[in-house]
Every structure is written in structure tokens, then in C-alpha cells.
């Protein structure tokens, strides 16, 4: 029997991401309003959230600066005119992209800037540069992350020579990132495993990042915590890339550390997503990203379904079926 | 590490049963047209669902005939203007509450029904009836099941003499049924420990019916698989009262016997489960579902807060909180 934290007590090492901004800015080309991010910024702060994720540090020579919001770009300058001197326990992160971030010159000194954690995302097969990039950004002084993406088209072989790589860098966190929403429960279980080899030898911790291509972030979540899982990803509303993320609300409902309160969630839901919403952003659990979660794919085809306002769900399923 | 039924294999004991038009029936008082009806069990004839229940066998004396459409009651003769003789392998169950129905009339000897399965729903203190009820329907030769509602809010010590109780009847399976969508799956494999202890001493099979405020119906569902439980509900879109319930679409994918086939359900719910949504009959994961569920309570307020189509839900939150 697993006793998920103990359900009735917790572990204080839990550290809660809000990924909002970078997740659901996949959804929106990162257009929030700085009232939106204002707002999002003393919601984290109210309920408790260890870390906010402002977005991605993209490089300007491969994103054209108008085609998207702000928090595609990060410059130290605009999280500075949310956040001021952030003399807070919220700590500010941004995601570094291998191969479309120019972080030699756009991740600058820590001390110069509002950021404490970059989080470098990766698949296994660009590892190297991810070692290039982490040691970069802790020389400059940051908490550092390695995010490895697709997790759930890795081979177990491949994944511990990369953590043994990861492991030997000075990267603090090892994340777990389900991009396609294919795991069950009971293989987070072994994925965590895996990963819990090389954090014990090399003293990392792990975080997870789940999608909720068949209603199991919040699950693979929660089985996460159970399995030693410190660093959790959750985002408002679940918004995120297709069928999106583990929902913060439910999650900070379920950590019973008296220091996380759901309440500043539901409000800001309330307010401010309900709105993006109406306005006609959508995401969330549906048919066309079932499949592509339990087929383990991209979702990239069933987010131009849904771009699309097909409904078709069967020739959809047809089509995909019909690629293998 | 649980390994879910082996992930890749299958166990054949493995039943599911289609409770669309049943629980689903609760958010639209049972309006279903003679097609949808007609085609949902095609759906489940083609996608090897192994039960179909059509509904309630209510007491016509307690509800209104003209409030409720036919699957509130349930007469043999409207089933079989359905199903014929249903020379299928696909079998008809219909529910029938303790104390909303009149069994003893309203129940036909089963020679003489299509129906197979008399899903008897009881609260835990209201054991003694379902006892009778269910030796009612074993004469008449049915299969019968005895679903135990608001599994959440029983004592341990309760529910051991309960199923001691239902052990020593000629009852078939044993349900638990999280009606407040309370649960977390640790808590699910605690309550499937304790059945198990019972279904193993009366030689008993174990099902279980979940409720998806907490996103988590599929999630326990298969968590409960894992833990050896047989019977399975699930509904086509998670149609059922309030946040709804395990998604077929998803459980049909997950499950590995060849048998099973999601596809049918896809193209029903692309045909026939769309058109009721734009219709306006609401169900599904929502922030006043979650807060019932958190707070382990039965969800009628937040379904009264669903149909004034509302969408204060901190205001909500302070209200239910309010009546603590």
C-alpha cells in the first residue's frame, strides 16, 4: 500500500511549480496581459507556491518578437516590472529550451536579475548541450533544473547514461516530464525509480511534469509524491499545451503543508482564466489528445484538430492510426 | 511497484459495465431519446462493454412518470423494445435504490425480462433492506450486486460488519461506489484491502464506481484494477452527476483484452454525446465538484450551484466552508 505522503501529514522538502505562464503561453503564443501576470504573481504569493515559471528565455534571432506575448522572451526587465526586487518567498523561474535559447547572452548574472532557477529542457539525445547550458547558468549562480522531455520514448538504458551524465553535472533538480501524456500511474512508479538511482548517488532532487492526456496529471502526480518525488509542476486551471497540466488546484488540495491555500487559486480562476476562456483559448482533456496520450505521440495533430474546431473525433483516429 | 492487471496483459475476469444512461441519467432526468438509446447499446455491443445499465427500477408511487423519462423506471417492456431478445453476449443490469423502489412488483421473474443484473444501491445502514432485496432478485434469477454508496464516509469497523452481513447473502459483487469523489487512490487500495478480505472469505467478486471531482475516476478505477478488482463502471464522456465519472473512451484503451475496443465509443460520442452537450446538459470536472469532493460531501450543492449557472465559485467555496 502506498501511503502518498502520508495523506494526513507531509513532506516538507515539496516544492510547488507554477508553470502557467510557460505551459499555457503554448496555448496563447504567451499573450497575458501584465495585469494577467500581476495577478497570476500575488495569487502564487497568497497561496503559497515555491516557484513561479515567467516562460521561456527564447532566442530573438529564431522568434520573431511580434508574433508573440512576453513571457516567450523573459527579459529580466519585465519580470523586474511585475515583480520589482521580488523580496519574497517566491522564488522566479524561467525555462531554457536547448537549441532555441541563446543563454550565453540572454542569461545573465544572477545577481543582476530577478530569475533564481532555469530550467533547462531537453530531450536525451541533446544532453551534452543541456550539460553546456546547466553548468553555464550555475556558474552565473542559479538553482538549476534539467527538464528531459518525452520521457515516455526514452529506453531505460539511454535514461540512466543520461542521468549518470546529469548526474556528474552540477544541475540541482532531475524532471521527469511526460510530454505526451502516455504514462499510467504504475509507470511513473518505474520511471521514479529509475531516476531515484542516479538522485541518490549523485544527491539530486526529482521533479515531475505531467500532461493530462487521459485525466492522469494530477494522479501521476500524486503517485509521484508517494514515490519521493519532490519537485511538482502544476499550472492554473491545468492551462498548458493540449489537454495541459496537472491542476494546481487540486494539488495544492492535496499537499496538506499548512503553508499551501487553494483559496488564492479558485479566486484567480475566478477572475482571470474563466476571462481567457471566454475569450476563446482553449485547452484541456479532450478525444483528439486521448490519443495522441495513449498512442505516446506528440500532440502536435491534435492540436491542429482543435485548431481547426474539428470535431470528427473517429476520422481523426483513423488518420493518426493510419501513420503507423 | 503495482503492476496494473501486467500493464501488457489481461486479466479475463475483467467486466465492464456501461452506466451512461443510469448515472448519466441523473443529469438530465433520464431524457433520453429512443436512438440515443438504441445506438448506445450498438456502441456497446461493438466495443465488447460486458453490462449495460439502463437505468432505475424507481417506485412510481414516489416519482412522477411525466417528470422522468423511461430509463428512470425501467419497464421490461420499454428494454426490450430496445434490445429484443438481446441474443448478445452483452447483458442488461438496472439499479434499484433501497427504499426508492418497489422490488418486490416491480421486479419480474428474470425468465420472463431482459434484464440480467440488479445493481441493489444502499447506504451502509440501510444493509438489512438491500439484504432482502437481493435475496428478492436472487429467486427471481438474476445476477445481482450490492452497491454501497458513499463508501468515503463509512467507519472501517462499519463497513467490516456490513460486508459480513453481505458475505452471508447470495449477493454476487460487492461495489464500492465513491460517491463523493473523495478518494485518492491509497485510499482506494485501503478499501479494496478491506473488501478483499470479505470477498475472499464469501468467495465474492469486488466492483467499483468512481466520481471524477477530484479528476481522479480513472485514475482510482485502474488503481483499483491493479488492487484485483473485476467489475468496472464507466460512462461515455464521464456522463454522469456532477463532475461524472470514469470516461469510457479512457478505461476501454487502458484495458488490454482484445475484446475491448475504444472505437465505437469515440464515434458515439462524436455522434450522439456532442449533440446532448450543445443542448445544454452540463457534467464534468469543475471547481465546485472539486470542493464537494475535497471536503467529502454529497455533491447537491454544487449541483444547485451548476444549474443557477453560477460561476462565483470563491464565493461558493465560502459558503460550503461556511457550513462547517
Not at 188 to 194: A, D, E, G, H, N
Not at 267 to 296: A, C, S
Request: negative net charge; aromatic residues 12%; contains cysteine.
Amino acid at each position: 500500500m502506498k501511503e502518498i505522503s502520508k495523506l494526513l501529514s507531509y513532506r516538507p522538502d515539496i516544492k510547488v511549480v507554477d508553470a502557467t505562464l510557460r505551459d499555457g503561453g503554448l496555448v496563447n503564443d504567451f499573450f497575458f496581459s501584465d495585469d494577467f501576470v500581476k495577478a497570476l504573481y500575488n495569487a502564487n504569493l497568497r497561496s503559497g507556491v515555491d516557484y513561479m515559471e515567467f516562460g521561456y528565455k527564447a532566442d530573438r534571432e529564431m522568434f520573431d518578437e511580434n508574433k508573440f506575448g512576453k513571457c516567450k522572451f523573459c527579459d529580466d526587465d519585465y519580470i523586474r516590472s511585475i515583480v520589482g526586487e521580488n523580496n519574497t518567498d517566491l522564488k522566479i523561474a524561467v525555462m531554457a529550451d536547448v537549441g532555441r535559447c541563446n543563454y550565453k547572452q540572454d542569461i545573465i548574472e544572477r545577481k543582476d536579475s530577478p530569475i533564481d532557477l532555469i530550467r533547462v529542457a531537453t530531450y536525451l539525445h541533446t544532453i551534452p548541450t543541456a550539460v553546456d547550458m546547466i553548468e553555464d547558468a550555475k556558474r552565473k549562480g542559479y538553482e538549476v533544473s534539467c527538464n528531459i522531455m518525452a520521457i515516455s520514448n526514452t529506453q531505460e538504458g539511454d535514461l540512466r547514461v543520461a542521468l549518470d551524465i546529469l548526474g556528474q553535472s552540477p544541475v540541482d533538480v532531475f524532471y521527469i516530464v511526460d510530454s505526451f501524456g502516455a504514462l499510467y500511474p504504475e509507470q511513473i512508479q518505474r520511471i521514479v525509480s529509475i531516476f531515484e538511482e542516479a538522485a541518490t548517488k549523485y544527491n539530486k532532487k526529482i521533479g515531475i511534469h505531467a500532461h493530462n492526456n487521459q485525466q492522469l496529471a494530477f494522479a501521476n502526480t500524486i503517485e509521484a509524491v508517494g514515490d519521493g518525488v519532490d519537485w511538482l509542476d502544476a499550472t492554473y486551471s491545468s492551462m498548458g499545451r493540449g489537454a495541459g497540466n496537472c491542476a494546481m488546484e487540486l494539488l495544492l488540495s492535496f499537499l496538506k503543508n499548512p503553508k499551501y491555500n487553494a483559496f488564492p487559486v479558485i479566486k484567480f480562476i475566478e477572475e482571470h482564466m474563466l476571462p481567457l476562456r471566454e475569450q476563446g483559448v482553449v485547452w484541456g482533456y479532450d478525444l483528439q489528445y486521448m490519443m495522441t496520450g495513449i498512442l505516446n505521440r506528440h500532440p502536435r495533430s491534435a492540436i491542429a484538430f482543435t485548431k481547426e474546431k474539428r470535431k470528427d473525433y473517429s476520422e481523426f483516429y483513423k488518420e493518426i492510426i493510419a501513420l503507423d
